[in-house]
């Protein structure tokens, strides 16, 4: 058996380092995405009832929408009412955006109606807040197809006035008036309303 070597020792300590340099680095691991966060219904806090999100942010934006392309005509004259300036366009699309996520606001969890013991301001036209939320209970995802057909037209107005079109801003206010129509003939007149009455308050409840 031969005796090792100094240049032994070297020879086989170079061979050590060349494997080691030619294996390279070990490739990291990719690093895991965030699982992905989710929000419980626990988590929002609706204090508002579906009658004050209508009152409050549904009712005041459309008629808004609907009032920013119009004619009115008067002794005077006939005015064509529309948006002109950067600051008119701004405000029919404050007004839109307002509608578009009131949508959503109303087909949340837990959402009541109206507050215990409020009464409707029509009654024989429109029915109670128990008769409503009893409708709404037993088939909510119509509430949902509803509300998703409100946030269409709703998009549609946004679209028109981010073109400054307002033509077409005014057939999109036909389409949120079908939109509101369509809700309120399935949870918000009683059976027997006739159809001249429900023409004539969908605009005032939308």
Partial sequence: ?????????????????????????KAEAPAK?????????????????????????????????????ST??????????????DMEWKEVRRRAIALVEATNLLIMDGRKVARPGEKSENPGVEL??????????ADHASLIKFAHGLHDAG???LAAIDKKDADALSDSGEAIDEACEQCHLKYWYPPDTPDILKKGSVRKTS
Wanted: hydrophobic share 40%; net charge negative; with cysteine.
């Fill in 72 to 85: 009115i005509v008067t002794r005077k004259g006939t005015e064509e009412r529309r948006p002109r300036t």
């Fill in 128 to 137: 109670g807040p128990e008769d409503i939320q009893g409708l709404i209970d």
């Fill in 33 to 69: 995405a965030p699982a992905p966060t989710t929000t419980s219904a626990a988590e929002f806090r609706t204090t508002a009832t579906i009658k004050d999100i209508m009152d409050s942010v549904v009712d005041p934006s459309a008629d808004y929408i609907w009032d920013s392309v």
């Fill in 1 to 25: 058996m031969k005796p090792i070597t100094f240049w032994g020792l070297c020879v086989a300590g170079g061979g050590l380092l060349l494997a080691a340099a030619c294996a390279g680095p």
């Fill in 155 to 157: 998009m549609k107005a």
